[in-house]
């Protein structure tokens, strides 16, 4: 039972953090492209 709890609080660990990446890697690239277009 609780090893089966852990599985599944690791999943969705792993989900969030993909989650948090992506919305960072997002952010980056927003800022990124405003700083490209105040320098073109």
Not at 28 to 35: G, S, V
């Amino acid at each position: 039972m609780i090893r089966r709890y852990e599985k599944v609080r690791y999943r969705g660990l792993r989900k969030n953090t993909l989650q948090i990446v992506t919305l960072f890697a997002l952010g980056n690239l927003w800022m990124a492209r405003h700083k490209l277009l105040a320098m073109g």
